[in-house]
Structure formats: structure tokens, C-alpha cells
């Protein structure tokens, strides 16, 4: 049995999820606070004094072609 992990041929269902998602935080929509959190504490976004920033993480993963992901 092989531990290495393989990419999916196509992008999973919560990839497009957390793109969209992502991709509305860029664009200013409120998400719950705890939302938020989970995705500061995954490396997604950045907290800051006056908003929610994407981190590098983020913007690569938004950036992806889809049939990369």
C-alpha cells in the first residue's frame, strides 16, 4: 500500500467550495466569525487591525486553473 498521495484527475467539490469562499472575502462579503478563524488557523487568510486579508496560500489556490486543482 502506497502512502504517497495522489492528485484527483478533477477538482473535488470543496476545492470549488473554498475558492468561491475566498474569493468573496476578496471581494468584502462577511463570513461567520468562526469561519474566519478556521480559516486564519489554516493559513488561508490574515487577520489585520482593519479587515481579513488573503494570505499567498490563498491566492495561489484561487488562482489555479481548475483542471490543476
Do not use: W
Not at 38 to 59: D, F, I, M, N, P
Not at 61 to 66: G, K, N, Q, T, V
Request: aromatic content about 6%; some cysteine.
Amino acid at each position: 500500500m502506497s502512502t504517497e498521495r495522489r492528485n484527483p484527475p478533477f477538482p473535488s467539490y470543496s476545492d470549488s467550495e473554498l475558492r468561491k469562499l475566498l474569493t468573496d472575502v476578496q471581494h468584502g462579503t462577511a463570513i461567520h466569525p468562526r469561519l474566519s478563524d478556521l480559516l486564519v488557523h489554516l493559513g488561508y487568510l490574515e487577520q489585520r487591525s482593519c479587515g481579513l486579508y488573503l494570505t499567498l496560500k490563498a491566492h495561489r489556490l484561487i488562482r489555479r486553473p481548475e483542471d490543476q486543482a
